[in-house]
């Protein structure tokens, strides 16, 4: 099983950006798919965006899918998810995990961190 944690959330004005971080250690998470996921407080958990470990394809949820971009350097086991021209929708607790497949949404490994709060004023 992987460890990983999430950073870089806060409180950003609408329209503004934050660059979320996942990271993990071993060589388990620099082999894998990684994805990231939000849950907004009363509702279900979320897709937003995944990335693949070697050819570093990417694959976006409905939600995001034109203010996200995700990117990864297997060098330092590090997953990014850059967020842009945020809402106040967008407010939520991000997380990623490992994922068997980034077409796949359901198929996170269940490796939760504690996730990164992202809040968007209006």
């Known amino acids: 099983q992987v460890q990983v944690v999430e950073s870089g959330g806060g409180l950003v004005q609408a329209g503004g950006s934050l660059r979320l971080s996942c990271t993990a250690s071993?060589?388990?998470?620099?082999?894998?798919?990684v994805g990231w996921f939000r849950q907004a407080p009363g509702k279900e958990r979320e897709f937003v965006a995944a990335?693949?470990?070697?050819?570093?394809?990417?694959f976006y949820g409905d939600s995001m899918r034109d203010r996200s971009t995700t990117s990864r350097d297997n060098d330092d086991n590090t997953v990014d998810l850059q967020l842009k021209r945020l809402k106040p929708k967008d407010t939520a607790v991000y997380y990623c995990?490992?994922?068997?497949?980034?077409?796949?949404?359901?198929?996170?490994?269940?490796?939760w961190g504690q996730g990164t709060q992202v809040t968007v004023s209006s």
């Open positions: 990335i693949t470990a070697i050819k570093k394809n990417t």
């Open positions: 995990s490992r994922m068997t497949s980034i077409y796949n949404s359901g198929s996170y490994l269940e490796e």
């Open positions: 071993g060589r388990a998470f620099s082999s894998s798919s």
